[in-house]
């Protein structure tokens, strides 16, 4: 299914996953830096902590990346929030776009049975006229989706540094290049609600506007949008 969607030239692939939570501090990494003096950093972490939730989007052939920072849960809503940002940011340059092939794992934020995932991606193919088309990774082989080399090339680029505040977190991660393109960032400060369902007969006409692959119910699912994109 990759190799079908990278030789389309009106489909796009993309990566997305979430990652662990960035404390946000003057606390050691366990990383390296050029210059004269060690940097000084907390050996522990006890004291409170403001926290960073990172978001990425990754596309896999051209190395292109977006970063969205959420300052409160990892849900659905703040994946397809940031889904919504990265289109903001791209949609001019990919107005040939018929399709939009999904790289995710099985997170619990994004699996085939999470129900407030999929009725975002059915509002997203909606408001955009786009064809969805969600490929998961089995349990254990999250390693192949796309953007964990990103994710690897990230923290070892920012570890040598404190991150010390939010803009020190957005800079650094603002300043990395993948594949020759720089890392573009966002900050999405808003609250999320961890445990939101789609139940009754909202969820069966959810249900009933998802394609699901007969062999592989869970893993390969396809939306179609009722409505086309002025």
Known sequence: MNAQADEDYETLRISIDTKA???????SRG????????????D??????????????????????FIFFG???????????????????RKQELCRLKQLVINVDNGPECNGRRTQFLLRLTEFADMTGLC???????????????????WAGLEKSWNGYLLDSVGTVMKRAGNF?????????RL????????VKVCGDKKIDLENRLHRSPALKWWDISISPKTVYL
């Open 21 to 27: 939570t960035v404390n946000v501090g003057r606390y």
């Open 31 to 42: 990383g390296r830096s050029r210059g004269l003096k060690a940097v000084k950093a907390l």
């Open 44 to 65: 522990h972490d006890m004291c409170s902590k403001k926290k960073l939730v990172p978001g990425g989007i990754l596309e896999p052939v051209t190395g292109r990346s």
């Open 71 to 89: 300052t409160s849960h990892k849900t659905s809503d703040f994946i397809i929030d940031g889904l919504w940002l990265w289109w903001e940011e």
């Open 132 to 150: 969805i088309r969600i490929i998961y990774y089995p349990p254990y082989h999250s390693k192949y989706n796309g953007i964990e080399r990103y």
């Open 177 to 185: 290049f993948w594949k020759g393109f720089r890392t573009v960032v």
């Open 188 to 195: 999405l400060d808003a609250p999320y609600v961890k445990g």
